[in-house]
């Protein structure tokens, strides 16, 4: 069956508001030889006269009838589609928006996200989602809106980023760990005990710090893994072990600890905001990323 030109259902709505074919034509801006081509078209497509001659004018005929006001609200939504987003009305937007990250990151930076958008957008609910792996099929089936990372070669070819930060590796100990004093040196850093973090149950922690201790001979000995920075600067206050963590991602997770710049050459890495494209024009989705970026930027205290 070929598709039906949809645009005689412009015309249709003019020619049945206007009941005449010279004031739809004018009203189209056609000349009125187009607009009664038009309206054979339509007579053909229907199966009915639509408009019959009575007197000097134009009436409609049932069928007529029973489709001008179906016809002129198909109109009217296919215009509300088409027409460029209105500004948006953020004291009346009630909406929840799925944020896949880590929980440093809303340790971090979720009070001030929260309070901003409390501020702007009180219908605004945030959901917070762990995040297991890289895996960049919850943004393409939208079950989460954005999510907060490193980017990695697994990741979908159409995700869009936006950098938020730029992060560096730091040591973490208790202060009354021997580490808490002194010079810290490669040595002194390898032979301590330390609690790895891996969110897929990896054997070793960051890849880069193993690497930069190999290249110097030296090995550090994991003896626990865990799942997230949060846990592991949790053992760290308890006992006598050293977690290696991202400085500005863990800001407020290392109150009442002794932190210390790695005695390494490790490259910092960039914490990035992501999102599906389909997204990428939404005012909603673009007032929030804007939010987070925000937040992000500013100097923590």
Known sequence: MPM???NLLITLDVLLAEGSVTRAAQRL???????????ARLRETTGDPLLVRAGRGLVPTPRALELRDRVSQLVQDAEAVLRPVEQLNLKQLVRTFTVRTSDGFVETFGPDLLARISEEAP???LLFVQKPNKDSTPLRDGTVDMET???????????RTQALFRD???GVVRREHPLSEGDITAARYAAGRHVGV???GLEKGPTAIDDALN????????????GGFSTALALVRACDLIASVPERHTASLRAGLHSFALPLSIPPITVSLFWHPRLDADPAHRWLRGCIRDVCAEPLI
């Open 215 to 226: 290249a110097l001979g030296l090995e550090r000995e994991i003896v626990t893994l865990v």
């Open 123 to 125: 219908g605004v609910r």
């Open 198 to 200: 891996s969110r897929r």
């Open 168 to 170: 560096r590796f730091i």
């Open 149 to 159: 990372g490193v980017v990695g070669s697994t990741m979908a070819p159409e995700v």
């Open 29 to 39: 801006r056609l000349s009125p030889s187009a607009m009664s081509r038009a309206l």
């Open 4 to 6: 039906p030109d949809l």
